[in-house]
């Protein structure tokens, strides 16, 4: 049956007056939209959250029929029959029913399952809050809209486009690598970013190379100058004989100004942020991951108790590409630098911007303060510490860039000695501009800005300057450097791989899964890593990679604006992808994976026929070829971890025990093993908050699943899927605490004793703002 969008009344005077509503009901994402946004309208709305997505494809089947024009079939996520059945009651008593989650593409497919869930004979409109402000809240709701099919059908095209790659290519990871892991339409993609910038880093062979710094005085005042030119060509000196050959030729000659250059250069304001320059700008002032900043962002844009004004959106939607700011943002955000800064710290006309992103989308505007005169400073106490320091940093990025540029001179004096050309740079900051209030972050490779050069002294041509030392120095050429948060969420957008508002997740997974470690701020791919990029990339050369991943992102933008039909969009990616998974050699995939092309050198250790590899519930594994005569099989990694020794006693023998790991995972054995076989899993440090005697440990389901409990059972029954860990709750101070996570909030922690939820606070990184 063809999937058809539900018909939406749009029945009613949309320009009628706030008041006159009665009992209307308003759908939002999140509790703390809720709370904001029920303030405003006040109590002839009922204001409900459906705390994310109700309606997915379900967890255990594909969900998807490829045969019928790409159907998909939806269910009720588990957990939320509850929250749905609590909408259709109060849906049915509602005069009508505004629908007024996120103004993107996940937040229009929520309205629209919504809308879908409760049927026809109500008259339900979708409203767009941009900012969550009363004035904001109250145009929205005066003006409320048709749901937007097209960002719908972007929407699910995308949906089901990661359910087909993820459904169909994890299982090949399982079999061929280890269960649990995944592969991802985007995320295998980034992860091969980062493989390949390894790679390139280990292949590359340093090159020596020698630099000339000559140090010079000139009216008390010291500076550099470098060999810039020989005979007019970039000089090349790959030797210390080359090297000392310069420094011997002009070490006893005088050093007299041949030519100075000086220019009135201005530097520009950064354009406010968008999402994907808000995650890098945080990332190296803040060290915050992305994680971390678009959860932040989320909970400043749902709205904070701030003093006597209650519950307000402090800054605009955070998920967007577009660098544009209303006319009336600007307005004000210029009557407040006029009055707060000097003249000349205001342009004769607004600063504008474009987009660096051609496939930049301009429903929203740049992430800005909704109200510029909201200091940072002045509602710093009702601010948790990340949501000051991002608030702040969004507020001067947005303040500064409608504020005048900077001003220095450069000056270059050159000197000529014989055929070598030596060059002095510096510069002079005649008025700082913007940067009064900001100035953007850089990474160690993207060098020092010009107008920080130090400055040089007044001199003009044929001035004779002091010689100090003639110094010869030593390089080596570098490698590419390691990707960085920032840097990488940049290099994503560049090349258009996934959308900025993913990027979190992208980034999040990746470590998650194991597949990337990060030393010094930096991404290393693991060796698990690695395996998952080889084999997916060499099995679907032409899914993994950038150009093809950057296209398919186009063309979801091209649904989005009725360009292109989305089932023709996923017709043409799966008819290539269902040959290469025809084409798939489990067998080969884990001999690649695991470096196996000798095994047939190897023999049965109880038959002496030859070995093979098979893949099972657990993953790949050994066996003999005989089988099932034979039930020879072992793992495919003969080396286990050693033996970790513990302050445990086996309580049958009282002998120490050790950590081994074994098929399933790490446990306690006893060390007198074989005489004694006594085992228990290993305590996760905390107390069953039940019987507080025995320690959580971690279990499995008959079907494998992870969960934890007592170790006294079946004495004490206690259990949880939540990973409990040894940390202390804020509120109660007893250890003992969950480890939960949700798509508005992020990871986030539960007390087991007090049910007090907070946030996690991520460690301060080196060089991060403070």
């Known amino acids: 049956m063809r999937w058809v969008l539900p018909v939406v009344s749009r029945a009613g005077d949309t320009k009628r007056d706030m008041a006159k509503e009665k009992g209307a009901l308003v759908v939002v994402e999140s509790p703390a939209k809720a709370r904001t946004i029920g303030k405003y309208l006040g109590k002839n709305f009922t204001v409900k959250a459906t705390v994310g997505h109700l309606r997915d494809l379900p967890q255990r089947e594909l969900g998807v029929d490829v045969d019928n024009g790409f159907a998909p079939k939806y269910v009720t996520i588990r957990g939320k029959g509850k929250t749905l059945a609590e909408l259709k009651k109060v849906a049915k008593r509602s005069t009508d029913v505004f629908l007024a989650t996120d103004p993107d593409r996940e937040g229009e497919a929520i309205a629209w399952h919504v809308a879908d869930q409760l049927g026809d004979g109500l008259k339900i409109r979708r409203v767009l809050f941009h900012e969550i402000t009363k004035e904001a809240v109250g145009e929205a709701m005066k003006n409320p809209i048709p749901i937007d099919d097209r960002k719908v059908e972007a929407q699910q095209a995308r949906r089901i486009l990661d359910r087909l790659v993820g459904y169909k290519a994890s299982p090949l990871l399982w079999k061929s690598v280890k269960t649990g892991l995944s592969a991802g339409r985007v995320q295998t993609v980034a992860l091969r970013l980062l493989v390949e910038r390894e790679g390139e880093i280990e292949k590359f062979k340093p090159k020596e190379y020698w630099s000339i710094e000559v140090a010079l005085e000139a009216k008390k005042k010291k500076f550099t100058a470098k060999l810039h030119k020989i005979d007019g060509a970039n000089p090349e000196l790959k030797s210390e004989k080359a090297a000392k050959a310069v420094v011997d030729a002009v070490s006893d000659v005088p050093f007299v100004v041949f030519k100075v250059t000086r220019r009135e250069r201005r530097k520009r304001p950064a354009a406010p942020f968008t999402t994907s320059t808000m995650q890098q700008e945080a990332s190296k002032r803040l060290g915050f991951s992305a994680q971390r900043t678009m959860r932040t962002a989320q909970q400043l844009y749902e709205g904070i108790e701030v003093g006597e004004e209650g519950a307000v959106g402090?800054?605009?939607?955070?998920?967007?590409?577009?660098?544009?700011?209303?006319?009336?943002?600007?307005?004000?955000?210029?009557?407040?630098?006029?009055?707060?800064?000097?003249?000349?710290?205001?342009?004769?006309?607004?600063?504008?911007?474009?987009?660096?992103?051609?496939?930049?989308?301009?429903?929203?505007?740049?992430?800005?303060?909704?109200?510029?005169?909201?200091?940072?400073?002045?509602?710093?106490?009702?601010?948790?510490?990340?949501?000051?320091?991002?608030?702040?940093?969004?507020?001067?990025?947005?303040?500064?860039?409608?504020?005048?540029?900077?001003?220095?001179?450069?000056?270059?004096?050159?000197?000529?000695?014989?055929?070598?050309?030596?060059?002095?740079?510096?510069?002079?900051?005649?008025?700082?501009?913007?940067?009064?209030?900001?100035?953007?972050?850089?990474?160690?490779?993207?060098?020092?800005?010009?107008?920080?050069?130090?400055?040089?002294?007044?001199?003009?041509?044929?001035?004779?300057?002091?010689?100090?030392?003639?110094?010869?120095?030593?390089?080596?050429?570098?490698?590419?450097?390691?990707?960085?948060?920032?840097?990488?969420?940049?290099?994503?957008?560049?090349?258009?791989?996934?959308?900025?508002?993913?990027?979190?997740?992208?980034?999040?997974?990746?470590?998650?899964?194991?597949?990337?470690?990060?030393?010094?701020?930096?991404?290393?791919?693991?060796?698990?890593?690695?395996?998952?990029?080889?084999?997916?990339?060499?099995?679907?050369?032409?899914?993994?990679?950038?150009?093809?991943?950057?296209?398919?992102?186009?063309?979801?933008?091209?649904?989005?604006?009725?360009?292109?039909?989305?089932?023709?969009?996923?017709?043409?990616?799966?008819?290539?992808?269902?040959?290469?998974?025809?084409?798939?050699?489990?067998?080969?995939?884990?001999?690649?994976?695991?470096?196996?092309?000798?095994?047939?050198?190897?023999?049965?250790?109880?038959?002496?026929?030859?070995?093979?590899?098979?893949?099972?519930?657990?993953?790949?594994?050994?066996?003999?070829?005989?089988?099932?005569?034979?039930?020879?099989?072992?793992?495919?990694?003969?080396?286990?971890?050693?033996?970790?020794?513990?302050?445990?006693?086996?309580?049958?023998?009282?002998?120490?025990?050790?950590?081994?790991?074994?098929?399933?995972?790490?446990?306690?054995?006893?060390?007198?093993?074989?005489?004694?076989?006594?085992?228990?899993?290993?305590?996760?440090?905390?107390?069953?908050?039940?019987?507080?005697?025995?320690?959580?440990?971690?279990?499995?389901?008959?079907?494998?699943?992870?969960?934890?409990?007592?170790?006294?059972?079946?004495?004490?029954?206690?259990?949880?899927?939540?990973?409990?860990?040894?940390?202390?709750?804020?509120?109660?101070?007893?250890?003992?605490?969950?480890?939960?996570?949700?798509?508005?909030?992020?990871?986030?922690?539960?007390?087991?004793?007090?049910?007090?939820?907070?946030?996690?606070?991520?460690?301060?990184?080196?060089?991060?703002?403070?």
């Open 314 to 770: 402090l800054i605009t939607y955070m998920r967007t590409d577009s660098a544009r700011v209303s006319a009336a943002a600007i307005d004000h955000v210029r009557e407040f630098i006029e009055k707060k800064y000097k003249a000349d710290y205001l342009p004769g006309k607004p600063n504008t911007y474009k987009s660096k992103n051609a496939r930049a989308q301009d429903a929203h505007e740049a992430v800005r303060p909704t109200d510029v005169e909201r200091m940072p400073d002045v509602i710093k106490k009702a601010l948790t510490s990340d949501q000051y320091k991002l608030y702040r940093l969004i507020w001067q990025r947005f303040v500064a860039s409608q504020m005048t540029p900077l001003v220095y001179d450069s000056t270059t004096i050159d000197f000529e000695v014989d055929k070598y050309l030596f060059r002095a740079t510096g510069s002079f900051v005649k008025f700082d501009g913007f940067q009064v209030l900001y100035r953007e972050t850089k990474e160690a490779e993207e060098g020092q800005d010009p107008e920080d050069l130090a400055p040089v002294p007044a001199l003009h041509k044929g001035d004779k300057v002091d010689v100090l030392a003639v110094t010869p120095n030593q390089h080596f050429t570098e490698p590419p450097p390691r990707f960085s948060e920032a840097s990488l969420v940049k290099e994503l957008e560049r090349l258009g791989i996934g959308r900025p508002s993913t990027y979190s997740t992208i980034i999040s997974t990746l470590r998650n899964r194991d597949y990337v470690d990060i030393t010094d701020r930096r991404f290393t791919p693991t060796s698990l890593g690695r395996t998952v990029s080889r084999v997916m990339v060499s099995r679907f050369p032409d899914i993994f990679n950038v150009q093809f991943t950057s296209a398919m992102e186009e063309e979801l933008d091209k649904i989005e604006e009725g360009k292109l039909g989305w089932q023709t969009v996923l017709k043409d990616f799966y008819t290539p992808f269902s040959k290469d998974l025809e084409n798939i050699d489990v067998e080969a995939m884990i001999r690649e994976a695991h470096d196996l092309d000798g095994l047939e050198k190897e023999k049965c250790e109880n038959c002496g026929s030859s070995l093979t590899v098979k893949s099972g519930r657990f993953g790949p594994f050994i066996a003999c070829t005989k089988y099932p005569e034979c039930k020879f099989t072992r793992p495919i990694k003969k080396d286990r971890p050693p033996d970790r020794p513990t302050d445990e006693k086996c309580a049958d023998c009282g002998s120490p025990m050790v950590i081994k790991t074994g098929r399933y995972g790490e446990f306690l054995a006893c060390t007198t093993y074989p005489d004694c076989k006594h085992t228990r899993p290993v305590p996760l440090g905390v107390k069953c908050p039940v019987c507080v005697v025995g320690d959580l440990t971690q279990r499995r389901t008959r079907r494998g699943r992870v969960f934890y409990g007592c170790i006294r059972y079946p004495d004490c029954e206690y259990s949880t899927w939540y990973e409990p860990l040894p940390e202390e709750c804020p509120k109660c101070s007893k250890t003992g605490v969950e480890r939960r996570s949700s798509k508005a909030r992020g990871e986030y922690r539960r007390c087991m004793h007090c049910e007090e939820e907070f946030d996690v606070e991520e460690p301060a990184t080196a060089g991060a703002e403070t």
